[in-house]
């Protein structure tokens, strides 16, 4: 019973993957559904493509049957018959010249194939019944034009059908059949011949279209393989920043057709880098393949998150219902990082920032559509991790406002509208000036003060640093030459500088353009500079300490594992972050923290200044337990170059400040 029935469940799928085109069935090549589906699209595509010549041939040729046949006895039936045929052929060559302007689909279906394959067989059922019904009574005229339009319809058929076989056969056997029973009827010697040339020509017309369909699926198939991979990115094996494109220009141009509205998901992943470069670039590439595979499992069937570029993602969701279908989507790609991720035996911590764009209201181009998505995750970064934002027009705003910022800030140098302020370092043992960091200033000449939090990322991003960097070294060097021998000063890095061997040079010219010793120099960077992005930073950083340049770790403790960037270089002092400082006297785990590194640096001979000092309480704690130099409010607040000297001149900034 069960084998009776696995073998008609067999025999029906034969019979179905037959009908729908599907080679394999005649010993072609094998495919999956996917693969089918598109093959079956190429095939159609092309059928298409002759269809109007198709059935312009169609209706001539049974207007040419209907004059041939004028003087005959089967004259009116002849008529009707051209007339339905002439119809037909012009009825479906209009539909299928109207179907070939919608987009080429990516896919057909066996259903669509299913109805080839039977239109097929009527048109050829309808030309299968010219040489039974027509050709007994016609004149020789007559019969010498159904011959030939009969076997040009079987070339010709053979010929549109060339890459699907099941149609070239449904087509092609009804007017076999027709000419079979003709021929059958009638003894006469030359039909014999006829048959027999009649076979012939069909077994070649057939072998040609098998041998033809085979070679145009391999075709396919291989084209298709070459397409996927240039799709598809090779860590995440979603598709990549190509069919993202292809994507939303299709949802674009379904958009103009239809007016169906769709939304771009655009995804960042909070502190990636820090993971790839903490844990090594393998480790961060397996971080990646896990978040692929659970954004990919947020989503609808027929979605595909795309990764397009190295922690960006973004998913085109199309036929959207309501907005709020996008934001659903949105807080499960968020909650899908909700687990940490196990990489190498560790548990990784992950989040996503999400900014969501509606089209068309957010914009009807690929160009605006991918700025305002990139306003909106821009927005959603900066309220922190895990969050989503839909774009507002005052993105738009800020986006345009980054630009001209970034505009005018290329020429802030040359308009002279960068100037360095300084802010000093109290020895808490000997209550003078040790030194002062140089922080940059912007006169902007409409929009007033801008802070460096503002400018010094734009800088950052469009490479600007560089120059801006040398300006503030040169800056700095020229004005510590006007300071005492024993005071230093301090100058905030980027991690980008290190990106240009140049700064190595950059800081020795200064250095004796200033005729000042290296050791009064002393350089603060993050420890994000240290990460092995930027290896040449740890280089460049030693060549300086061979110098004489002394180095200090700045906002100590918000980054990733500060401590173990202590063992990479010989720090000269480390700057304890101030958001530990402002907390340390209500929250007993920060002052925890603050004694900590205290001592961690008095055991590794490393100096150690408190950063953001505002009150007496403070500075007394910090005292107590040790700190070696207080900076901050309290002290005094950042001063201009030219008030430097008065600063110094006190020595001890104010009074109270003493034990
Ligand atoms: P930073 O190096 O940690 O500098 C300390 C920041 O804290 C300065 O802000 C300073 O004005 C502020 N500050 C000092 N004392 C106090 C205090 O008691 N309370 C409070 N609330 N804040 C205090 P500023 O000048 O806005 O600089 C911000 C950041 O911009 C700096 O952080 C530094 O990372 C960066 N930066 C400044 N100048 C430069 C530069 O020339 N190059 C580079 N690459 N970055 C710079
Ligand atoms: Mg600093
Ligand atoms: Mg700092």
Redesign the pocket.
């Known amino acids: 019973m069960l084998l009776g029935y696995r073998m008609r469940t067999r025999t029906t799928n034969y019979v179905a993957r037959l009908f729908a085109g599907d080679l394999s069935t005649f010993g072609g090549p094998a495919t999956d559904e996917a693969m089918a589906g598109h093959i079956r699209a190429e095939q159609m595509s092309l059928v298409l493509g002759y269809s109007v010549g198709i059935m312009l041939g169609n209706a001539c040729n049974a207007i040419v049957l209907a004059i041939a046949l004028w003087q005959s006895p089967d004259r009116t039936l002849a008529l009707i018959w051209a007339g339905t045929v002439a119809a037909a052929a012009i009825g479906f060559g209009l539909q299928s010249r109207a179907s070939r302007r919608i987009i080429k689909p990516q896919f057909v279906s066996r259903r669509t194939m299913h109805r080839l394959v039977r239109n097929a067989f009527i048109l050829g059922v309808a030309w299968g019944i010219v040489p039974v019904a027509f050709f007994a009574d016609a004149s020789t005229g007559g019969q010498l034009v159904i011959t030939c339009l009969c076997s040009g319809m079987l070339a010709g058929g053979a010929l549109a059908f060339a890459t699907i076989p099941i149609a070239a056969i449904a087509f092609t056997a009804p007017i076999f059949v027709g000419i079979a029973i003709c021929l059958g009827r009638n003894g006469d010697m030359a039909f014999v011949l006829i048959a027999f040339l009649v076979v012939v020509y069909g077994s070649v017309l057939l072998r040609g279209v098998f041998v033809n369909s085979f070679a145009f699926a391999r075709r396919v198939m291989r084209q298709i393989e070459a397409e996927r991979t240039v799709r598809l990115d090779p860590l995440t094996h979603l598709p990549n920043r190509v069919a993202f494109n292809e994507t939303l220009d299709a949802a674009l141009k379904r958009q103009s057709l239809s007016g169906e509205e769709f939304a771009v998901l655009l995804l960042d992943l909070d502190r990636f880098k820090e993971v790839n470069d903490r844990l090594g670039h393998p480790a961060g590439d397996e971080f990646l393949v896990q978040v692929a595979s659970r954004l990919q499992r947020c989503t609808r069937a027929a979605e595909h998150v795309a990764r397009i570029g190295g922690d960006e993602f973004a998913l085109v969701m199309a036929n959207l219902g309501r907005p709020e279908d996008a934001l659903d989507i949105a807080e499960r790609f968020v909650a899908a990082f909700a687990e940490p991720f196990p990489i190498e035996g560790r548990q990784i911590v992950g989040a996503t920032s999400v900014g969501i764009v509606l089209a068309p209201r957010d914009g009807n181009t690929p160009l605006d559509l991918m700025k305002n998505a990139d306003a909106a995750l821009y927005r959603a970064k900066k309220a922190g991790p895990g969050t989503i934002r839909f774009f507002e027009e005052a993105d738009d705003k800020v986006s345009r406002d980054r630009k001209a910022l970034q505009a005018d800030l290329a020429g802030a140098i040359a308009r002279n509208e960068l100037f360095l302020v300084f ?1 000093p370092f109290l020895d808490l043992g000997t209550n003078e000036v040790t030194g002062l ?4 200033r912007w006169q902007h000449p409409t929009r007033g003060l801008v ?3 503002e400018f ?1 990322p734009i800088a950052e991003e469009t490479g600007l ?1 560089h120059g801006i ?1 040398e300006w ?1 070294i040169r800056r700095a060097c020229a004005t510590l030459a006007e300071w005492p021998e024993e005071v230093r000063v301090a ?4 991690a980008a500088q290190f990106h240009n061997a140049g700064i190595l040079q950059t800081i020795v010219q200064a250095l004796a353009d200033a005729k000042v010793s290296p050791s009064r120099f002393e350089i ?1 960077i993050t420890e994000s500079m240290l990460l092995s992005k930027y290896g040449s930073a740890a280089s460049i950083l030693k060549a300086l300490l061979q110098l004489g340049v002394t180095v200090a770790l ?2 100590f403790g918000t980054g990733f594992s500060s401590l173990t960037y202590l063992r990479k270089l010989p720090f000269s002092r480390i700057k304890i972050d ?1 958001s530990f400082i402002r907390d340390m006297l209500a929250q007993p785990d920060c002052a925890a923290i603050v004694k900590s590194v205290i001592s961690l640096a008095r055991d590794l001979r490393i100096g150690v200044v408190a ?4 009150t007496t309480g403070q500075l007394e704690y910090l005292r107590q337990i040790g700190c070696d130099e207080v ?4 002290i005094s607040r ?1 001063v201009a170059a030219d008030a430097v000297m008065a600063l110094l001149e006190t020595r001890k900034p104010r009074a109270t400040y003493a034990a």
């Open positions: 802010q960091e140089a922080l940059l802070p460096p939090s010094i640093i960097g503030v100058v905030n890095f980027s603060e700045d906002d101030q950063e953001g000092v505002e900076q901050g409010y309290l950042p």
